[in-house]
Protein backbone atom coordinates (compact mmCIF):
# COMPACT_ATOMS: atom_id res chain seq x y z
CA UNK A 1 0.00 0.00 0.00
CA UNK A 2 0.94 3.23 -0.82
CA UNK A 3 0.06 7.31 -0.93
CA UNK A 4 -3.69 5.93 -0.93
CA UNK A 5 -3.10 4.14 2.58
CA UNK A 6 -4.74 7.60 4.20
CA UNK A 7 -7.67 7.66 1.59
CA UNK A 8 -9.13 4.64 2.37
CA UNK A 9 -11.36 3.15 5.22
CA UNK A 10 -10.31 1.47 8.10
CA UNK A 11 -12.03 -0.65 10.53
CA UNK A 12 -11.91 1.04 14.38
CA UNK A 13 -13.31 1.72 17.46
CA UNK A 14 -12.59 5.43 17.62
CA UNK A 15 -15.25 7.92 18.67
CA UNK A 16 -14.64 9.25 14.84
CA UNK A 17 -15.75 5.28 13.65
CA UNK A 18 -18.48 5.46 15.99
CA UNK A 19 -19.92 8.86 14.57
CA UNK A 20 -22.55 9.20 12.64
CA UNK A 21 -21.34 10.24 8.64
CA UNK A 22 -23.61 13.31 8.89
CA UNK A 23 -22.23 15.77 11.23
CA UNK A 24 -18.76 14.49 9.87
CA UNK A 25 -19.58 15.42 6.15
CA UNK A 26 -20.23 18.83 8.19
CA UNK A 27 -16.87 18.73 9.68
CA UNK A 28 -14.85 18.23 6.66
CA UNK A 29 -16.94 21.05 5.08
CA UNK A 30 -15.83 23.39 7.78
CA UNK A 31 -12.46 22.52 7.35
CA UNK A 32 -12.50 22.89 3.41
CA UNK A 33 -14.60 26.53 3.54
CA UNK A 34 -12.49 27.61 6.42
CA UNK A 35 -9.56 26.92 4.52
CA UNK A 36 -10.37 27.99 1.45
CA UNK A 37 -12.98 30.69 2.09
CA UNK A 38 -12.42 31.92 5.49
CA UNK A 39 -8.87 32.27 6.84
CA UNK A 40 -5.99 33.55 4.34
CA UNK A 41 -3.03 33.64 6.90
CA UNK A 42 -0.36 31.36 7.52
CA UNK A 43 -1.06 31.06 11.92
CA UNK A 44 -4.95 30.16 11.04
CA UNK A 45 -4.34 27.49 8.92
CA UNK A 46 -1.28 26.21 10.48
CA UNK A 47 -4.07 26.04 13.25
CA UNK A 48 -6.65 23.91 11.56
CA UNK A 49 -3.77 21.86 10.09
CA UNK A 50 -2.90 21.21 13.64
CA UNK A 51 -6.59 20.20 14.93
CA UNK A 52 -6.94 17.87 11.90
CA UNK A 53 -4.35 16.47 13.32
CA UNK A 54 -5.22 15.99 16.45
CA UNK A 55 -8.70 14.64 15.11
CA UNK A 56 -6.23 11.87 13.48
CA UNK A 57 -4.63 11.33 16.29
CA UNK A 58 -8.28 10.73 18.19
CA UNK A 59 -8.86 8.14 15.06
CA UNK A 60 -5.40 6.15 15.85
CA UNK A 61 -4.52 6.10 12.24
CA UNK A 62 -1.49 8.54 12.53
CA UNK A 63 0.35 5.81 10.28
CA UNK A 64 -1.65 5.64 7.40
CA UNK A 65 -2.37 9.44 7.27
CA UNK A 66 0.96 9.69 7.50
CA UNK A 67 1.58 7.55 4.21
CA UNK A 68 -0.73 10.10 2.60
CA UNK A 69 0.69 13.16 3.79
CA UNK A 70 4.42 12.08 2.87
CA UNK A 71 3.50 12.50 -0.91
CA UNK A 72 1.15 15.43 0.22
CA UNK A 73 3.64 17.25 1.40
CA UNK A 74 5.52 17.41 -1.70
CA UNK A 75 2.45 18.48 -3.93
CA UNK A 76 2.32 21.39 -1.24
CA UNK A 77 5.68 22.00 -1.85
CA UNK A 78 5.64 22.58 -5.50
CA UNK A 79 2.30 24.55 -5.44
CA UNK A 80 4.01 26.48 -3.33
CA UNK A 81 6.98 27.18 -5.06
CA UNK A 82 4.58 27.71 -8.66
CA UNK A 83 2.96 30.21 -6.66
CA UNK A 84 6.46 32.16 -5.15
CA UNK A 85 7.74 31.85 -8.89
CA UNK A 86 4.56 33.80 -10.51
CA UNK A 87 3.77 35.84 -7.56
CA UNK A 88 6.53 36.62 -5.33
CA UNK A 89 4.71 36.17 -2.17
CA UNK A 90 6.21 34.24 0.25
CA UNK A 91 3.89 33.96 2.88
CA UNK A 92 1.07 33.71 0.37
CA UNK A 93 2.60 30.65 -1.45
CA UNK A 94 3.09 28.94 1.91
CA UNK A 95 -0.62 29.85 3.06
CA UNK A 96 -1.80 28.28 -0.49
CA UNK A 97 0.80 24.69 -0.06
CA UNK A 98 -0.55 24.77 3.72
CA UNK A 99 -4.40 25.38 2.34
CA UNK A 100 -3.52 21.96 0.25
CA UNK A 101 -2.53 19.81 3.52
CA UNK A 102 -5.63 20.75 5.27
CA UNK A 103 -7.63 19.97 2.66
CA UNK A 104 -6.09 16.38 2.14
CA UNK A 105 -5.90 15.95 5.77
CA UNK A 106 -9.42 16.71 6.47
CA UNK A 107 -10.85 13.93 3.77
CA UNK A 108 -8.25 11.81 5.46
CA UNK A 109 -10.29 12.07 8.94
CA UNK A 110 -13.35 11.34 6.88
CA UNK A 111 -12.28 8.81 4.99
CA UNK A 112 -10.14 6.64 7.29
CA UNK A 113 -13.32 6.49 9.73
CA UNK A 114 -16.03 6.37 7.50
CA UNK A 115 -17.33 3.14 5.54
CA UNK A 116 -17.91 3.82 2.10
CA UNK A 117 -21.44 2.08 2.76
CA UNK A 118 -22.45 4.65 5.59
CA UNK A 119 -21.41 7.25 2.71
CA UNK A 120 -23.36 5.88 0.70
CA UNK A 121 -26.65 5.63 2.69
CA UNK A 122 -26.32 8.82 3.91
CA UNK A 123 -25.99 9.94 0.17
CA UNK A 124 -29.41 8.07 -0.71
CA UNK A 125 -31.16 9.42 2.46
CA UNK A 126 -30.41 12.77 1.18
CA UNK A 127 -31.57 12.12 -2.27
CA UNK A 128 -28.69 11.47 -4.55
CA UNK A 129 -29.71 8.78 -7.18
CA UNK A 130 -28.86 5.37 -6.14
CA UNK A 131 -26.76 4.67 -9.07
CA UNK A 132 -24.52 7.70 -8.69
CA UNK A 133 -24.35 6.47 -4.88
CA UNK A 134 -23.17 3.07 -6.04
CA UNK A 135 -20.75 4.58 -8.80
CA UNK A 136 -19.16 7.09 -5.89
CA UNK A 137 -18.78 4.31 -3.87
CA UNK A 138 -17.00 2.17 -5.98
CA UNK A 139 -14.68 4.16 -7.44
CA UNK A 140 -13.73 4.13 -3.44
CA UNK A 141 -13.25 1.01 -3.57
CA UNK A 142 -11.30 0.94 -6.49
CA UNK A 143 -8.81 4.04 -5.66
CA UNK A 144 -6.42 1.33 -3.06
CA UNK A 145 -6.32 -1.25 -5.93
CA UNK A 146 -5.19 0.77 -8.46
CA UNK A 147 -2.52 2.43 -6.57
CA UNK A 148 -1.89 -1.39 -6.28
CA UNK A 149 -1.69 -1.70 -10.30
CA UNK A 150 0.11 1.27 -10.78
CA UNK A 151 3.07 -0.08 -8.53
CA UNK A 152 2.87 -3.34 -10.41
CA UNK A 153 2.88 -1.21 -13.97
CA UNK A 154 5.90 0.84 -12.69
CA UNK A 155 7.58 -2.68 -11.20
CA UNK A 156 7.09 -4.35 -14.92
CA UNK A 157 8.43 -1.19 -16.82
CA UNK A 158 11.41 -0.75 -14.49
CA UNK A 159 12.32 -4.16 -15.18
CA UNK A 160 12.64 -3.82 -18.69
CA UNK A 161 15.23 -0.75 -17.72
CA UNK A 162 12.64 1.88 -18.15
CA UNK A 163 13.83 5.22 -16.09
CA UNK A 164 11.01 7.33 -15.12
CA UNK A 165 13.25 9.69 -13.76
CA UNK A 166 14.55 13.05 -16.17
CA UNK A 167 15.49 16.94 -16.11
CA UNK A 168 13.76 17.62 -19.28
CA UNK A 169 9.98 18.39 -18.69
CA UNK A 170 8.47 17.42 -22.03
CA UNK A 171 10.65 13.93 -21.86
CA UNK A 172 8.75 13.89 -17.72
CA UNK A 173 5.55 13.80 -19.57
CA UNK A 174 6.20 11.38 -22.54
CA UNK A 175 7.95 8.97 -19.48
CA UNK A 176 4.44 8.90 -18.19
CA UNK A 177 3.12 6.85 -21.56
CA UNK A 178 4.40 3.27 -20.43
CA UNK A 179 2.41 3.64 -16.94
CA UNK A 180 -0.59 5.43 -17.71
CA UNK A 181 -1.75 3.35 -20.91
CA UNK A 182 -0.85 0.11 -19.23
CA UNK A 183 -3.39 1.39 -16.00
CA UNK A 184 -6.01 3.04 -18.31
CA UNK A 185 -6.30 -0.33 -20.27
CA UNK A 186 -6.58 -2.22 -16.82
CA UNK A 187 -8.98 0.77 -15.12
CA UNK A 188 -11.29 0.07 -18.60
CA UNK A 189 -11.42 -3.86 -17.77
CA UNK A 190 -11.87 -3.80 -14.06
CA UNK A 191 -14.77 -1.29 -14.82
CA UNK A 192 -16.34 -3.40 -17.95
CA UNK A 193 -16.46 -6.65 -15.27
CA UNK A 194 -17.51 -4.60 -12.49
CA UNK A 195 -20.48 -3.67 -14.37
CA UNK A 196 -21.00 -7.51 -15.50
CA UNK A 197 -20.79 -8.55 -12.24
CA UNK A 198 -23.38 -6.08 -10.84
CA UNK A 199 -25.60 -7.14 -13.65
CA UNK A 200 -25.33 -10.20 -13.15
CA UNK A 201 -27.01 -9.72 -9.38
CA UNK A 202 -29.40 -7.43 -10.20
CA UNK A 203 -28.60 -4.36 -10.60
CA UNK A 204 -30.68 -1.51 -12.07
CA UNK A 205 -33.78 -4.27 -12.04
CA UNK A 206 -36.04 -1.70 -10.03
CA UNK A 207 -35.79 1.99 -9.06
CA UNK A 208 -36.78 1.22 -5.21
CA UNK A 209 -33.93 -0.45 -3.70
CA UNK A 210 -33.89 -1.60 -0.10
CA UNK A 211 -31.71 -0.76 2.54
CA UNK A 212 -30.46 -3.08 5.08
CA UNK A 213 -29.44 -1.83 8.61
CA UNK A 214 -29.23 2.12 7.61
CA UNK A 215 -28.33 4.49 9.90
CA UNK A 216 -30.19 6.93 11.01
CA UNK A 217 -28.33 9.86 13.59
CA UNK A 218 -29.27 10.03 16.86
CA UNK A 219 -30.67 13.44 18.62
CA UNK A 220 -27.16 14.51 19.39
CA UNK A 221 -25.28 13.81 16.21
CA UNK A 222 -27.96 15.96 14.53
CA UNK A 223 -27.49 18.21 17.02
CA UNK A 224 -23.79 18.38 16.31
CA UNK A 225 -24.64 18.48 12.25
CA UNK A 226 -26.44 21.99 13.01
CA UNK A 227 -23.84 23.44 15.37
CA UNK A 228 -21.00 22.82 13.13
CA UNK A 229 -23.22 23.96 10.40
CA UNK A 230 -23.77 27.16 12.39
CA UNK A 231 -20.59 27.84 12.87
CA UNK A 232 -19.51 27.39 10.02
CA UNK A 233 -22.48 30.25 8.68
CA UNK A 234 -20.85 32.53 11.26
CA UNK A 235 -17.34 32.61 10.49
CA UNK A 236 -18.21 33.04 6.85
CA UNK A 237 -20.56 36.38 8.00
CA UNK A 238 -17.86 37.18 10.47
CA UNK A 239 -15.52 36.96 7.14
CA UNK A 240 -17.03 38.85 4.52
CA UNK A 241 -19.70 41.14 6.40
CA UNK A 242 -18.63 43.56 8.92
CA UNK A 243 -20.65 42.60 12.20
CA UNK A 244 -19.77 45.22 14.55
CA UNK A 245 -21.78 44.96 18.20
CA UNK B 1 30.30 -19.69 -7.40
CA UNK B 2 26.71 -18.68 -6.79
CA UNK B 3 25.05 -16.06 -9.15
CA UNK B 4 22.15 -15.56 -7.05
CA UNK B 5 22.14 -15.67 -2.88
CA UNK B 6 19.85 -14.83 -0.42
CA UNK B 7 21.25 -14.56 2.84
CA UNK B 8 18.61 -14.18 5.63
CA UNK B 9 16.30 -12.09 3.44
CA UNK B 10 13.15 -10.53 5.41
CA UNK B 11 11.04 -8.16 4.31
CA UNK B 12 7.87 -6.87 5.41
CA UNK B 13 5.26 -4.54 3.04
CA UNK B 14 5.18 -0.96 4.17
CA UNK B 15 2.02 -0.89 6.46
CA UNK B 16 1.66 -5.01 6.87
CA UNK B 17 2.16 -6.50 9.65
CA UNK B 18 3.13 -9.57 8.69
CA UNK B 19 6.72 -10.66 7.02
CA UNK B 20 6.34 -11.18 3.12
CA UNK B 21 9.90 -12.66 3.47
CA UNK B 22 10.75 -14.79 6.64
CA UNK B 23 14.66 -15.37 6.77
CA UNK B 24 14.72 -16.83 3.27
CA UNK B 25 18.28 -18.24 2.19
CA UNK B 26 19.18 -19.34 -1.16
CA UNK B 27 21.90 -19.71 -3.58
CA UNK B 28 21.79 -20.50 -7.50
CA UNK B 29 24.27 -21.03 -9.60
CA UNK B 30 25.31 -20.65 -13.31
CA UNK B 31 23.29 -23.38 -15.01
CA UNK B 32 20.64 -23.62 -12.73
CA UNK B 33 16.91 -23.88 -13.80
CA UNK B 34 14.91 -23.47 -10.87
CA UNK B 35 11.18 -23.99 -10.20
CA UNK B 36 9.78 -21.58 -7.17
CA UNK B 37 6.45 -23.42 -5.37
CA UNK B 38 4.03 -22.30 -2.88
CA UNK B 39 0.81 -21.85 -2.24
CA UNK B 40 -0.95 -18.09 -2.56
CA UNK B 41 0.81 -15.65 -0.09
CA UNK B 42 3.75 -18.07 0.38
CA UNK B 43 6.14 -15.25 -1.08
CA UNK B 44 7.19 -16.25 -4.14
CA UNK B 45 6.76 -12.73 -6.27
CA UNK B 46 7.88 -11.05 -3.30
CA UNK B 47 11.24 -13.26 -3.73
CA UNK B 48 11.13 -12.43 -7.52
CA UNK B 49 11.22 -8.83 -7.06
CA UNK B 50 14.44 -9.06 -5.03
CA UNK B 51 16.16 -10.22 -7.77
CA UNK B 52 16.26 -6.98 -9.60
CA UNK B 53 16.01 -4.98 -6.70
CA UNK B 54 12.57 -3.42 -7.29
CA UNK B 55 12.34 -4.80 -3.73
CA UNK B 56 15.43 -4.50 -1.13
CA UNK B 57 15.71 -6.36 1.90
CA UNK B 58 14.86 -5.51 5.69
CA UNK B 59 17.28 -7.71 6.66
CA UNK B 60 19.75 -9.83 5.37
CA UNK B 61 20.91 -9.32 1.87
CA UNK B 62 20.43 -10.19 -1.47
CA UNK B 63 23.56 -10.32 -4.02
CA UNK B 64 23.71 -10.70 -8.10
CA UNK B 65 26.43 -11.91 -9.15
CA UNK B 66 28.03 -10.87 -6.16
CA UNK B 67 27.11 -7.58 -6.25
CA UNK B 68 24.68 -6.02 -3.03
CA UNK B 69 21.46 -4.82 -4.62
CA UNK B 70 20.93 -2.09 -1.90
CA UNK B 71 24.65 -1.08 -3.46
CA UNK B 72 23.21 -0.77 -7.36
CA UNK B 73 20.06 0.04 -8.70
CA UNK B 74 17.16 -1.72 -11.22
CA UNK B 75 18.32 -0.57 -14.45
CA UNK B 76 21.88 -1.56 -13.17
CA UNK B 77 20.49 -4.90 -12.20
CA UNK B 78 17.49 -5.30 -15.07
CA UNK B 79 20.67 -4.97 -17.76
CA UNK B 80 21.71 -8.67 -16.23
CA UNK B 81 18.15 -9.72 -15.09
CA UNK B 82 14.66 -9.80 -17.15
CA UNK B 83 11.94 -10.61 -15.17
CA UNK B 84 8.76 -11.72 -16.84
CA UNK B 85 5.38 -10.59 -14.49
CA UNK B 86 2.34 -12.64 -14.09
CA UNK B 87 0.00 -10.14 -15.95
CA UNK B 88 1.11 -9.07 -19.78
CA UNK B 89 -1.79 -6.03 -18.72
CA UNK B 90 0.85 -4.74 -16.56
CA UNK B 91 3.52 -4.04 -18.83
CA UNK B 92 2.00 -3.92 -22.67
CA UNK B 93 1.61 -0.50 -23.63
CA UNK B 94 2.93 0.63 -27.59
CA UNK B 95 1.35 1.24 -30.44
CA UNK B 96 2.82 -1.74 -32.66
CA UNK B 97 4.24 -5.06 -31.35
CA UNK B 98 7.28 -4.03 -32.73
CA UNK B 99 7.77 -1.18 -30.90
CA UNK B 100 6.51 -3.63 -27.42
CA UNK B 101 9.67 -5.54 -28.17
CA UNK B 102 12.26 -2.53 -28.84
CA UNK B 103 10.92 -0.82 -25.56
CA UNK B 104 14.23 -2.50 -23.41
CA UNK B 105 16.39 -1.64 -26.62
CA UNK B 106 15.62 1.78 -26.20
CA UNK B 107 16.15 2.04 -22.80
CA UNK B 108 19.41 0.08 -22.30
CA UNK B 109 20.50 2.52 -25.92
CA UNK B 110 21.08 0.30 -28.14
CA UNK B 111 21.45 1.58 -31.96
CA UNK B 112 19.08 1.96 -34.83
CA UNK B 113 20.35 -0.97 -36.54
CA UNK B 114 20.97 -3.57 -33.95
CA UNK B 115 17.48 -2.76 -32.51
CA UNK B 116 15.61 -3.28 -36.36
CA UNK B 117 17.63 -6.74 -36.28
CA UNK B 118 16.87 -7.98 -33.05
CA UNK B 119 13.22 -7.45 -33.26
CA UNK B 120 12.66 -9.02 -36.23
CA UNK B 121 14.43 -12.11 -35.42
CA UNK B 122 13.09 -12.05 -31.87
CA UNK B 123 9.41 -11.55 -33.41
CA UNK B 124 10.05 -14.40 -35.99
CA UNK B 125 11.74 -16.84 -33.19
CA UNK B 126 8.27 -16.09 -30.77
CA UNK B 127 6.25 -16.34 -34.40
CA UNK B 128 4.79 -13.13 -33.50
CA UNK B 129 6.26 -11.66 -37.07
CA UNK B 130 2.92 -11.71 -38.64
CA UNK B 131 1.67 -9.23 -35.74
CA UNK B 132 4.44 -6.78 -35.78
CA UNK B 133 1.89 -3.77 -37.32
CA UNK B 134 -0.70 -4.68 -34.90
CA UNK B 135 -1.37 -3.63 -31.20
CA UNK B 136 -0.37 -5.81 -28.61
CA UNK B 137 -3.68 -5.12 -27.26
CA UNK B 138 -5.59 -7.29 -29.70
CA UNK B 139 -3.32 -10.57 -29.23
CA UNK B 140 -4.78 -13.23 -27.73
CA UNK B 141 -3.92 -14.56 -24.10
CA UNK B 142 -1.12 -16.95 -25.51
CA UNK B 143 0.10 -14.31 -27.99
CA UNK B 144 0.56 -11.76 -25.51
CA UNK B 145 2.19 -13.47 -23.09
CA UNK B 146 4.76 -14.63 -25.56
CA UNK B 147 5.44 -11.17 -26.48
CA UNK B 148 6.23 -10.16 -22.82
CA UNK B 149 8.79 -12.78 -22.44
CA UNK B 150 9.98 -11.96 -26.01
CA UNK B 151 10.40 -8.08 -24.57
CA UNK B 152 12.82 -8.93 -22.36
CA UNK B 153 14.85 -11.98 -23.72
CA UNK B 154 15.26 -9.40 -26.53
CA UNK B 155 17.93 -7.82 -24.76
CA UNK B 156 19.07 -11.51 -23.64
CA UNK B 157 20.05 -10.73 -19.73
CA UNK B 158 21.72 -13.38 -18.50
CA UNK B 159 19.44 -14.47 -15.89
CA UNK B 160 15.41 -14.76 -16.67
CA UNK B 161 13.03 -14.48 -13.90
CA UNK B 162 9.54 -15.68 -14.48
CA UNK B 163 6.36 -15.12 -12.27
CA UNK B 164 3.74 -17.90 -13.17
CA UNK B 165 4.25 -18.05 -16.71
CA UNK B 166 1.98 -20.64 -17.53
CA UNK B 167 -1.29 -19.03 -14.91
CA UNK B 168 -4.28 -18.65 -17.24
CA UNK B 169 -2.44 -20.57 -20.81
CA UNK B 170 -3.95 -23.49 -22.47
CA UNK B 171 -1.31 -27.15 -22.69
CA UNK B 172 0.12 -25.02 -26.06
CA UNK B 173 0.81 -22.21 -25.38
CA UNK B 174 2.44 -24.36 -22.01
CA UNK B 175 4.82 -26.91 -24.37
CA UNK B 176 5.74 -23.39 -26.33
CA UNK B 177 6.56 -21.60 -23.28
CA UNK B 178 8.91 -24.86 -21.95
CA UNK B 179 10.55 -24.69 -24.98
CA UNK B 180 11.40 -21.38 -25.01
CA UNK B 181 12.78 -21.90 -21.56
CA UNK B 182 14.79 -24.65 -22.90
CA UNK B 183 16.48 -22.70 -26.08
CA UNK B 184 17.31 -19.95 -23.53
CA UNK B 185 21.01 -19.55 -23.77
CA UNK B 186 21.49 -17.50 -20.32
CA UNK B 187 22.84 -18.52 -17.13
CA UNK B 188 19.69 -19.47 -14.63
CA UNK B 189 16.25 -19.57 -15.05
CA UNK B 190 13.94 -19.10 -11.70
CA UNK B 191 9.97 -19.19 -12.65
CA UNK B 192 7.47 -19.10 -10.25
CA UNK B 193 4.60 -21.58 -10.72
CA UNK B 194 1.87 -23.49 -9.53
CA UNK B 195 1.74 -25.87 -12.23
CA UNK B 196 3.08 -29.14 -10.75
CA UNK B 197 3.50 -30.71 -14.15
CA UNK B 198 5.22 -27.81 -15.87
CA UNK B 199 7.35 -27.78 -12.85
CA UNK B 200 8.27 -31.10 -13.33
CA UNK B 201 8.81 -30.95 -16.94
CA UNK B 202 11.17 -28.02 -17.44
CA UNK B 203 13.29 -27.83 -14.19
CA UNK B 204 15.94 -29.67 -12.51
CA UNK B 205 15.81 -28.24 -9.18
CA UNK B 206 12.39 -27.04 -6.89
CA UNK B 207 12.40 -24.89 -4.08
CA UNK B 208 9.09 -24.85 -2.09
CA UNK B 209 7.82 -21.74 -0.37
CA UNK B 210 6.23 -21.59 2.77
CA UNK B 211 4.82 -18.46 4.45
CA UNK B 212 7.90 -16.63 3.49
CA UNK B 213 10.23 -19.19 4.08
CA UNK B 214 12.46 -21.99 2.16
CA UNK B 215 10.70 -25.55 3.23
CA UNK B 216 12.26 -27.59 0.73
CA UNK B 217 15.25 -27.43 -1.53
CA UNK B 218 16.60 -30.09 -3.99
CA UNK B 219 16.72 -32.00 -7.02
CA UNK B 220 12.89 -32.06 -8.31
CA UNK B 221 12.88 -36.07 -8.58
CA UNK B 222 13.98 -36.16 -4.92
CA UNK B 223 11.81 -33.43 -4.05
CA UNK B 224 8.47 -35.42 -5.30
CA UNK B 225 9.68 -38.62 -4.59
CA UNK B 226 10.78 -37.72 -0.65
CA UNK B 227 7.24 -37.11 0.53
CA UNK B 228 4.46 -34.71 0.28
CA UNK B 229 4.08 -31.52 0.34
CA UNK B 230 0.52 -30.38 1.77
CA UNK B 231 1.36 -28.36 4.15
CA UNK B 232 2.99 -26.27 1.98
CA UNK B 233 0.09 -26.16 -0.40
CA UNK B 234 1.48 -28.46 -2.90
CA UNK B 235 0.08 -31.59 -4.77
CA UNK B 236 3.07 -33.23 -6.39
CA UNK B 237 2.31 -34.15 -10.13
CA UNK B 238 0.03 -36.85 -10.56
CA UNK B 239 2.51 -38.67 -12.59
CA UNK B 240 3.85 -39.00 -9.32
CA UNK B 241 1.10 -40.10 -7.35
CA UNK B 242 0.32 -42.62 -9.42
CA UNK B 243 3.41 -43.93 -9.60
CA UNK B 244 4.02 -44.22 -5.93
CA UNK B 245 0.43 -45.32 -5.92
CA UNK B 246 1.80 -48.40 -8.47
CA UNK B 247 5.32 -48.58 -6.79
CA UNK B 248 7.13 -47.45 -9.93
CA UNK B 249 10.66 -47.75 -8.68
CA UNK B 250 12.47 -46.06 -10.95
CA UNK B 251 10.71 -42.38 -10.09
CA UNK B 252 8.99 -40.77 -13.07
CA UNK B 253 8.68 -37.38 -13.46
CA UNK B 254 6.70 -36.83 -16.79
CA UNK B 255 3.67 -38.82 -18.60
CA UNK B 256 6.49 -40.01 -20.91
CA UNK B 257 8.89 -41.33 -18.54
CA UNK B 258 5.73 -43.29 -16.86
CA UNK B 259 4.77 -44.78 -20.11
CA UNK B 260 8.49 -46.04 -20.10
CA UNK B 261 9.15 -47.09 -16.76
CA UNK B 262 5.47 -49.55 -17.08
CA UNK B 263 6.79 -50.77 -20.13
CA UNK B 264 9.62 -52.01 -18.77
CA UNK B 265 7.74 -53.44 -15.22
CA UNK B 266 5.28 -55.26 -17.13
CA UNK B 267 8.13 -57.07 -19.39
CA UNK B 268 9.82 -57.64 -15.88
N1 LIG C 1 1.94 -4.67 -2.07
C1 LIG C 1 1.71 -5.40 -0.97
N2 LIG C 1 1.40 -4.80 0.20
C2 LIG C 1 1.20 -5.52 1.32
N3 LIG C 1 1.27 -6.84 1.39
C3 LIG C 1 1.58 -7.51 0.26
C4 LIG C 1 1.81 -6.84 -0.98
N4 LIG C 1 2.09 -7.76 -1.94
C5 LIG C 1 2.03 -8.96 -1.31
N5 LIG C 1 1.73 -8.82 -0.01
C6 LIG C 1 1.62 -9.90 1.00
O1 LIG C 1 2.85 -10.58 1.07
C7 LIG C 1 2.67 -11.98 1.15
C8 LIG C 1 3.40 -12.67 0.00
O2 LIG C 1 2.79 -12.30 -1.21
P1 LIG C 1 3.35 -12.76 -2.64
O3 LIG C 1 4.82 -12.60 -2.66
O4 LIG C 1 2.57 -12.03 -3.67
O5 LIG C 1 2.98 -14.31 -2.64
P2 LIG C 1 2.87 -15.34 -3.87
O6 LIG C 1 3.46 -14.69 -5.08
O7 LIG C 1 3.62 -16.55 -3.40
O8 LIG C 1 1.41 -15.65 -4.03
C9 LIG C 1 1.16 -12.22 1.15
O9 LIG C 1 0.75 -12.40 2.47
C10 LIG C 1 0.61 -10.96 0.57
O10 LIG C 1 -0.66 -10.69 1.10
MG1 LIG D 1 2.57 -14.23 -6.91
Known amino acids: MSWAAGLTFVHGNSWLHRLNPLPKIAIVILFFVAAIYIYQDLLHLALLFFISLMLIVAAKQMKRWWSTMKMSFLVAFIIALLDYIFLGELAFSVAMGIRFLVIVSAFSVYSLTTSPEDTAAVMTRAGFPYSLVVAFMMSIRFLPLLAQEAQNIIDAQRSRGFNMSTRNPIKLVKNYVPILIPLMVISLMKADSAAQALETRGFGYSKNVSSYGSIKPSFYEIALTAAVLALMVILILNRYIDITI | ?268
Request: charged letters at 25%; hydrophobic letters at 40%.
Open chain 2, 1 to 268: MSIISFDGVYYTYPLSEKPALNGMTLEISKGERVALLGGNGAGKTTALKHVNGLLRPNKGSVKIYGEDTRKTNTSNLSRKVGIVFQNPNHQLFAQTCWDEVAFALKNFGYDDLEIEKRVESTLRFFGLWDYKDESPFLLSVGEKKRLTIASVLIYEPQILVLDEPTAGQDIEQKKKIGNLLSSFKGEAVIASTHDMDFAARNFSRVVIMSSGKIVADGPTRDIFYMGDWKSAGILEPQTVSIAKITGISSHPLTSEEFVEAFKEEVAK
